[in-house]
């Protein structure tokens, strides 16, 4: 029985709750930009003389956690349950302005660790050597999975003897298809999200099995490139360098398809980054300066987070921090919900949260680490774009030699983001060590790093004995008498979020239990609950639709638009009555839920335009351009829309030509496939693009064949398709061309 105590008392164990809790309402100060360096400096400095070089707002600073030789062209960083940093090494990425042995097996993932808890690493091994460029990471339990650049098997790593070097090695998933694309249009991630689904940036997700990956392949999804970021309540936060988009996807899960709002989804000018340096190296030339020489908008956006940590002031979270390195800087955005649609807005006027003088500061990824702060991964180099854009012809070649920015390789460095009035946690992970119980305990972490880890290793262990206690944990109704009673061990939001998706991976979320929660005072239980409940709207039980019903009027916004997403796994007949009344319900016909409601209902009632436009051809030629489908929504549709009508974003125009109804589409195959092979440049039409068509000489002809005729076949064109052994009879007159082509230069050019 619990004791009763006065008011007085309740009152003053009150306020020293709220008072623990509110730590880090910090009041923050705007971020002031500086005069912008006219004429930096090429020179490689030293981590501590780089620093000096860096603008943050003030209380802010920097740490180093790592610098050369201990880590040397760093690309990603993961933690393991016990707090040691894995680091992926590009050690021959543009070591050269000619990308010379680029794709030689000498790479590496080196393990660090801060043994004496000062912040700083000081020991380093090896973990495992011999890679070609490794892009993806993720931490299992004492395994890593790693996937290398142009590779799409994967295996886990593990270090049986604790020498700091791996030493078994399993394939978790095999595919022994080769990714020809360029390096920088390949797939990145692998992060283990709330729904237990391990995402990549591109149109294929993962599920740990027990020992394998299982794999699911997602149709009409938004396409990112290098970086993928998540929220504490599961949504993906995607950027496209190749669209010069530094924030999309975030709409929806990709599960249900792309949903984008064009402008309306950024606040004020938020494609514009803020410099303090004058950009010279844009890949986009002039066009791409302001007048004082400075990045006009976004372009080489990559490496995006969300903060998720406790040990930065309360306000950074739930923030998304996106690297700009062609810029030298870390856009911090506000993420605001508007009726359920999310809009990101710059969360300094004309200023970014961090912008440094430094040519060679390049900052290419982010995370929230085990002390509750903000890291960034710094490539530090001179080059970072990919050779496709440094051929002789280039506006980046001369700009490269010129400040001599090839010169500067074999570097790099790791920071974290401290705040003076805030003391990075000092505990030490040894969650992998942790008993279940105590791995319960910590989905209620204030730090997002902690909740993930003992999610996943709790289902990767297949912890069964916790699930009476996860269930507890879901159904713990908050009230006014249990938050006024300290002793009382209560489960946060967030952590009653993670037990219910806890129990969805040790697949102990039955029905009657999860009607329980679908009545939750939290909009956001009921939100997770309806989207737990897909498993059975695909199943077809009259049973779920009773239920969710029940929601198709709920209060919450971000609820029914859930409800609305959830049934495009349903049946037309059951789905339809609960959609119309949530289309009926927004008059605007612009709201969140109706968009996705909408959807949903053309999903259910139409089928792929690719399955349609395909029934005339044959056999052969229909399975070529299925795979040309899927080649082309993995990476052309970043540029020129997943319709082939071209993106606009920020009202600067469209950022790559339409591919629908043009006449070089439909037109002479040859100059077509020229285009492809050596790029093209220059007016198009009469019109000026932001970027120009790289080169794509080192993808295969099978690739290029499958793109190119489904770009023929479909996106409202009806050409013929190509094949392989068209790619090679022109590749054959074109030979090892990088250097675009204009259109006065096609003219010229036969068959």
């Known amino acids: 029985m619990r004791k009763i105590f006065s008011p007085l008392v309740f009152l003053l164990i009150a306020a020293a709750f709220n008072c623990k809790n509110a730590d ?31 603008h ?47 794709n030689a097996p000498v790479s590496r993932i080196v393990r660090l660790e801060d043994t004496n808890g000062d912040g700083k690493m000081d020991k380093r091994t090896v973990f495992i050597d011999s890679l070609v460029l490794p892009r993806m990471m993720l931490a299992l339990d004492d395994r890593l999975i790693v996937q290398e650049t142009y590779s799409c098997n994967l295996y886990t790593y593990r270090d049986s003897d604790n020498d700091g070097i791996a030493d078994q090695k399993v394939q978790v998933y095999h595919d022994d298809t080769p990714d020809t694309r360029n390096l920088e249009h390949q797939k990145s991630g692998l992060v283990w999200n709330l729904d237990n689904w391990i995402y990549t940036t591109s149109q294929i997700r993962y599920k740990w099995t027990g020992d394998q990956l299982k794999i699911d392949s997602l149709e009409d999804v938004p396409s990112g490139q290098w970086g993928l ?27 249900y398809g ?17 410099p303090i340096i004058a950009t010279p190296d844009v890949e986009g030339g002039k066009k791409r300066l302001r007048e004082d020489s400075t990045l006009n908008h ?152 902690w909740r993930d880890n003992a999610q996943k290793l709790l289902i990767v262990r297949n912890e069964q004995s916790v699930v009476p206690a996860l269930k507890q944990i879901v159904l713990d109704e908050p009230s006014f008498w249990d938050d006024l009673i300290f002793w009382k061990d209560k489960p946060s939001l967030l952590g009653r979020i993670h037990a219910l998706w806890t129990l969805d991976g040790l697949q102990a979320v039955d029905r009657p239990f999860l009607w329980q929660v679908m009545k939750d005072q939290s909009p956001e239980l009921r939100r997770m609950a309806v989207w737990i409940s897909e498993a059975y709207i695909k199943a077809k039980g009259q049973d779920v ?8 009027s709920d209060p919450d916004t971000d609820v029914r638009t859930q409800l609305a997403q959830s049934l495009r796994y349903s049946t037309p007949e059951k789905a339809k009555p609960m959609l119309e009344v949530m289309i009926k319900a927004d008059s605007s016909r612009k709201g969140m839920v109706y968009q996705a409601a909408q959807m949903t209902m053309g999903h259910l009632t139409t089928t792929l335009p690719v399955e349609v436009q395909t029934d005339h051809l044959k056999e052969a030629d229909r399975a070529l351009v299925l795979k040309g489908a899927e080649n082309f929504k993995s990476l052309c549709s970043s540029c020129h829309g997943a319709d082939g009508k071209g ?16 006449k070089r589409v439909n037109g002479d195959p040859g100059k077509l496939i020229r285009i492809v092979l050596s790029g093209l440049t220059g007016p198009i039409d009469g019109k000026e693009y932001p970027s120009i068509m790289p080169p794509m000489l080192n993808s295969n002809d099978e690739w290029l064949a499958a793109v190119l005729s489904y770009i023929r076949t479909n996106l409202g064109n009806s050409a013929s398709t190509i094949q392989p052994a068209d790619i090679k009879k022109v590749r054959d007159v074109v030979g090892r061309r990088w250097d675009p082509w204009t259109l006065e230069e096609l003219e010229k050019e036969g068959k």
């Open 229 to 255: 970021g998540n929220d504490d309540y599961g949504r993906l936060f995607l950027s496209s360098a190749g669209g010069e988009v530094a924030a999309l996807g975030f709409q929806q899960m990709p599960a």
């Open 545 to 552: 639709f009773l239920q969710l019903t029940k929601l198709v």
């Open 258 to 274: 792309e949903l984008d709002f064009e402008n309306d989804q950024y606040e004020d000018d938020f494609h514009a980054p803020w």
């Open 298 to 449: 976004f372009t080489a956006s990559c490496g995006q987070t969300v903060f998720r940590g406790d040990r930065l002031p309360a306000g950074m979270k739930g923030d998304l921090f996106i690297c700009e390195p062609v810029g030298r800087l870390i856009r911090r955005a506000n993420v605001l919900n508007r009726e359920g649609m999310r809009v990101v807005r710059n969360a300094y006027d004309k200023a970014e949260f961090l912008a440094s003088s430094d040519m060679n500061f390049r900052p290419v990824n982010m995370a929230t680490g085990p002390d509750g702060c903000l890291y960034i991964v710094d490539m530090y180099r001179g080059i970072i774009q990919e050779g496709n854009w440094t051929g002789p012809k280039s506006y980046l070649r001369p700009q490269i030699q010129r400040f001599g920015l090839d010169k500067n390789i074999g570097r790099g460095r790791i920071y974290r983001v401290v705040h003076e009035a805030i003391p990075p946690d000092t505990q030490k992970p040894n969650m992998l060590n942790a008993s279940a119980a105590q791995l319960v305990q910590y989905l209620s972490h204030p730090n997002g790093w």
């Open 647 to 662: 993106l606009q974003f920020g009202g600067s125009g469209m950022v790559a030509p339409p591919l629908a109804g043009s």
């Open 24 to 54: 880090n309402d910090i009041p923050e100060k705007p971020a002031i930009r500086p005069p912008v360096i006219q004429n930096p400096s090429p020179v490689a400095l030293s981590p501590e003389e780089s620093m000096k070089t860096m």
């Open 56 to 102: 943050l707002p003030e209380g802010y600073r920097l740490e180093l956690v790592a610098g050369e030789p201990m880590v040397q062209e760093p690309v990603a960083i993961v933690w393991d349950g016990n707090g040691r940093m894995y680091v992926a090494e590009m050690l021959t990425y543009m070591q050269d302005i000619e990308a010379t042995d680029e």
